[in-house]
């Protein structure tokens, strides 16, 4: 077994930020020699690259794991290492996450209080202040496929949402513009799917869905609150279904979502759960899902919390 390691192991995505990732991070990585605190650097040079290094990183002793980037590189880090806990039956309590945040949306730090800015995030991290957080793991496909969430996911709105904005980042696209052009094209476009909900071990609910979303952490899409009840360690994953409704309706419905009051809604549901089984009810239904703002694969799919925590970085008020 590799001798554990007390110094960081920091993951770079040089590529997030819309490119301004070197701009932000040298002047951080400054910051942190000057603070004394040890560090080792590695950079990502392809997709899925941050999940390889962060699986590498604790096979090789490291417990302390920082990405650097946005949510997308919080995913694959997350996903790193919980499939290495997994597969060597390591305890994920004995890992410390934390990022750096140069991303666009930058999400899953709202839920800890952690600074936007770079250069105060990293005073943070010097003063190793951490809280616990619920690890969800997903399967799909059979039980072929597992990734584990971090944040939040979603079906049918945000997940095409998703598929239309990553599909436009990978052909060099990265204006603001192309979160705006994806909603406009997602709301006149979508069409329902049919799927059963089970909440640990009940049927929920079943019919015609325009969108879902489940996660532990509050916010998603630069700051809407569609799970507005999630702790993110209270053992329980939130859930919100937005069933068939007319687009006059569901724009009546938007700005509950901002506002952080989709649980006080008659025309969506909303409910929490240690286990959560999504099915397709018919063949066309099969939609595909996110997680953390990458696609992972089709229903049907089931998400379990974990009764074991891993720790984050997180700011004194939170």
Known sequence: MAKIKDEWYIIVNPHAGSGKTMYKWI????????????????FTTHKHHAAELAATAARTGYRKIMAVGGDGSIHEVFNGAMSWCESTGTDPSEFYLAVTPIGSGNDWIKSYNVPSDTLDVIDVVAQDNFTKQDVVR???????????????????????????VNRQKEHGKRSELIYVNALRHTVFHLKPFRAKFIVDGELFYA?????????????????????????PADGLLDMMIVPRMSIARVFK??????????????????????????????????????????????????????ERQVNVLCGKES
Not at 207 to 230: D, E, H, I, N, P
């Open 138 to 164: 997903i399967t799909s496909e059979g039980g072929e496929h597992v990734c584990y969430m971090a944040n939040i996911g979603g079906i049918g709105f945000d997940s095409h949402v998703c598929e239309r």
């Open 207 to 231: 019919g015609k869905v325009l969108s879902v979303a489940l996660g532990t952490g509050r916010y998603s899409g630069g700051g809407m609150r569609q799970v507005c009840l999630a702790d």
């Open 27 to 42: 002047p951080a990585e400054n910051k942190l020699k000057e603070l004394g605190v040890p560090f080792h650097t590695v």
């Open 253 to 306: 419905e938007v700005p509950r979502v901002f506002a952080g009051t989709t649980d006080k809604s008659e025309h969506i549901l909303y409910t929490k759960g240690k286990c959560i089984e999504i099915l397709p009810m018919d063949e066309h239904s099969a939609d595909i899902y996110e997680v953390d703002g990458e696609i992972e694969g089709k229903m049907p799919l089931k998400l379990e919390v974990l």
